[in-house]
């Protein structure tokens, strides 16, 4: 049976993992500083939060000490069941992160949704990537993190920022 594509023309497997793992790590960008960063001015103009910049420091950084104390047990399961499972379930728990974080209307409840941005988000899904393109990519594992690195520090930094103040601008924090 011949392939309908000729030899030379076909895209060596670990390229699609390159590109399915930046993307994951771009995905990471609502558990990341740079896209919490945007929500915290209208966290604190949110009345029904009553917080101050204080208190909301001491609750991100609280949430972010106390997911990070759990990545290594996370990282673990990476190592044991490979990053399939573990994406999927990061990617989920990413997801309803973001949920927590429209629906809360109390600190304790800001405070899950930022534990469970930073752990799912920012700690396992960017987990899971770096895994994935360190397993594929051996002798350029230096430069197919560098261009992933580029592409995430690009989107992240520049355009995701820009989008998520138009969101909000269009419907507000919670709907962003």
Not at 97 to 114: W, Y
Not at 132 to 148: D, F, T
Request: charged residues 10%; positive net charge; proline residues 5%.
């Amino acid at each position: 049976m011949s392939s309908p594509l000729p030899c030379h023309a076909r895209v060596h497997y670990s390229y699609s993992i390159l590109l399915s793992a930046t993307l994951a790590k771009i995905c990471t960008a609502p558990g990341q500083s740079p896209g919490i960063g945007v929500v915290v001015p209208f966290l604190l103009a949110d009345a029904s939060l009553e917080l101050t910049n204080t208190a909301l420091t001491l609750i991100y950084l609280l949430a972010t000490s106390l997911s990070a104390l759990l990545l290594p047990f996370f990282g673990s399961l990476v190592s044991s069941r490979g990053v399939r499972l573990p994406a999927a379930g990061a990617s989920l728990g990413l997801s309803l992160s973001c949920f927590l974080l429209a629906a809360c209307a109390s600190r304790p409840a800001l405070f899950l949704a930022f534990f469970c941005l930073r752990f799912f988000g920012q700690g396992c899904l960017f987990t899971v990537a770096v895994t994935a393109i360190n397993g594929w990519w051996v002798k350029k594992r230096g430069r197919a993190m560098g261009a992933a690195g580029a592409a995430v520090s690009a989107v992240m930094l520049g355009l995701l920022p820009l989008l998520l103040r138009r969101l909000i601008g269009d419907g507000g924090w919670r709907h962003a």
